[in-house]
């Protein structure tokens, strides 16, 4: 198996309200390599990033297995840079600034060898960008797996309701999903979701969990209760990593098998957190992987019998 | 076993975004013995009343086999009143008035009878009433479940310190957790609190589930996704009233078994809210709570097995 994920390679420049980080590595695709590379090796990359892009950031990419042949480096330019500042609730936040570089004129070439990725990952970006990826693809992957945001919604919504229906998986927040279905309760904005064409529907809810809908099965996942939350950028990419990283590593893709999809996600994002960037994605054991696992089954564990 | 149920028992008017009631009969302690006489059907009540307070509702807490020697009627005074209003997210709402009437001079008074109850729920009121009603006791409850508020914790810090050194378990929200700690990590909140006094936290997190602290250990428990939230009001309470019912009923006063409890009260408070006030706890049949068992039990279910 192969799994391809498209999206932003990039830099941040993060605030929270106990720290801050000059310009670090970040961008969705990058989150997402870090995470899946703890389930499975054989992973492409397709992005873009200037020529200031670190070197030995990409190295450490490829040292996990990740092929970067699909990696464009752009001589002349910058990378996409964002830089935010997160609130006191550490759950809201405010982008001070945010320079597209390199991201502006991005056109994703597939590899050859690329086209034949079994599962596919495409983070957020232009619906337009993603509906070129898929179209590149030699076969239907076995599982497309997409993320998108409220500005797509809000100015692109016949680009997204194209690559809607093109997906098996889209995995948005609950605020999205509020908007992307005019409905309040997630139930009924998943029933209305699921008719826009992904067969799955992740909704992440930040601290609060993540709910995975399928025809008319629910199944919820706790984040697992931290001490600390020191940065919360990236967490939901790190999620969608683990997630599609252990399916696609697992081959299977039932509704069994996304669900344990939705608890390694929510493990590896639990890591994220802990430190700013990608910093402790890059040192997980697997030792620490199992641990987190474990509580988090140790979490929501319970013995109920109910007569038949 | 028996189950001492102390709290409130009012009238509220409420208004949310989508409809509105007049003066509809609610109450702490209300909800809480509707919820409760699901799984037990040895409970004492004790509240007070003015002579404004339907009979029929008295007599309909009875049939439920509720024992209301101990629900005082004061003549020629009226029932304590709130109403309040819901915003659009249905999580927040903005008190309208409050009158307390005859709860301004309660001095709860156990008959005696009541004063051997084996399991003990304080519903919200004043510290100071409820240590009053712990020292009544002639015998230590196996279990005293307390609920506060942050009003307390602003006014009556001193009592509230008092009476959290007498009980067991303490049921407050998040917003309550983090008020009475000074802490914004619950898990750091839950450690704090847990050296007050009560041996078990369980903090109330609305649409977002419920958390029960115990030692060092932690189980998180979903609320069960509904289509449409008609009206939150009591739901808490009814939480509260589930949980200390199913566990009175086991006897069994375990971490497992008030895992269970957190269940139970989730189910009955995902009842509470598809109706206003006690409306829809007055008709739940057995079929329906072991469906919403199940539900739930679905909701979380997955299956991981790790290497030891």
Chains 1, 2 share one sequence.
Not at 181 to 208: C, D, H, T, W
Not at 277 to 301: A, T, W
Request: glycine letters at 6%; hydrophobic letters at 45%.
């Amino acid at each position: 198996m192969s799994l391809l994920i498209v999206g932003t390679v990039a830099f941040d420049a993060i605030e929270t309200p106990f720290s801050k980080t000059d310009r670090i590595v970040g961008g969705a695709a990058t989150y997402i390599s870090w995470a899946a590379s703890y389930f499975t090796k054989d992973i492409n990359l397709v992005s873009v990033v200037g020529d200031d892009f670190p070197k030995d950031e990409i190295a450490a990419l490829q040292k996990r297995g990740i092929n970067t042949e699909g990696l464009q480096i752009i001589s002349g330019q910058k990378s996409f840079f964002w830089s935010g500042k997160y609130h006191l609730d550490m759950n809201t936040r405010t982008t001070l600034s945010t320079e597209l570089n390199v991201l502006a004129e991005f056109n994703p070439v597939l590899p050859e060898k690329y086209k034949t990725s079994e599962f596919l990952m495409l983070g957020n970006l232009t619906p337009q960008i993603q509906v070129k990826v898929i179209e590149q693809m030699k076969k239907k992957p076995r599982l497309i797996v997409l993320d998108t945001m409220n500005y797509w919604m809000d100015t692109q919504r016949e680009a997204l309701d194209k690559v809607l229906k093109m997906v098996d998986v889209l995995a948005i927040n609950d605020e999205e999903a509020r908007q992307l279905s005019q409905e309040f309760s997630l139930i009924k904005a998943a029933r209305k979701i699921l008719k826009l064409g992904p067969r799955y529907l992740v909704i992440k809810k930040g601290e609060n969990g993540a709910l995975l809908f399928h025809e008319s099965d629910v199944f919820f996942a706790p984040a697992i209760p931290l001490e600390e939350v020191f940065d919360p950028t990236g967490a939901g990419d790190t999620f969608a990593g683990g997630f599609i990283g252990h399916v696609a590593s697992s081959k299977d893709i039932s509704f069994d098998s996304l669900k344990r999809g939705v608890v390694f996600g929510s493990a590896m994002a639990s890591f994220c957190v802990e430190k700013f960037g990608i910093e402790r994605l890059k040192n997980v054991s697997q030792d620490e992987l199992d641990d987190r696992v474990r509580e988090f089954i140790d979490l929501v564990q319970f013995d109920i019998s109910l007569e038949d």
